[in-house]
């Protein structure tokens, strides 16, 4: 059975940085697609950021230049580094196992809070 558990949210100051992880139990996060989405209150769930079993990777625009995605295989961990916060990032963060397309996994979610 696949779990994702996310971890590393909290409150963050504008400017700062925050690193979120995903481990992974019961699927090889190396050959799997993986996405970070985040909902804010009132608004729908986004793609944040993604990586392919490849390694391509690609962003939303507001977090371009901002955020990375990475993947430790050895660790079976997705993270998403956050930097230069924003308020407009405070959100609910997912991590998603499975493309954008699909049902696929889900993880029960981190509250990242950005004061300004």
């Known amino acids: 059975q696949v779990q994702l558990v996310e971890s590393g949210g909290g409150l963050g100051q504008a400017g700062g940085s925050l690193r979120l992880s995903c481990a992974a139990s019961?699927?090889?996060?190396?050959?799997?697609?993986m996405g970070w989405y985040r909902q804010a209150p009132g608004k729908q769930r986004e793609l944040v950021a993604a990586?392919?079993?490849?390694?391509?990777?690609n962003y939303a625009d507001s977090v371009k230049g901002r955020f990375t995605i990475s993947r430790d295989n050895a660790k079976n961990t997705v993270y998403l580094q956050m930097n230069s916060l924003k308020p407009e990032d405070t959100a609910v963060y997912y991590c998603?196992?499975?493309?954008?397309?699909?049902?696929?996994?889900w993880g029960q979610g981190t509250q990242v809070t950005v004061s300004s």
């Open positions: 998603k196992l499975g493309n954008a397309y699909g049902p696929g996994y």
């Open positions: 019961g699927s090889d996060v190396s050959i799997s697609a």
């Open positions: 990586i392919a079993s490849g390694g391509t990777t």
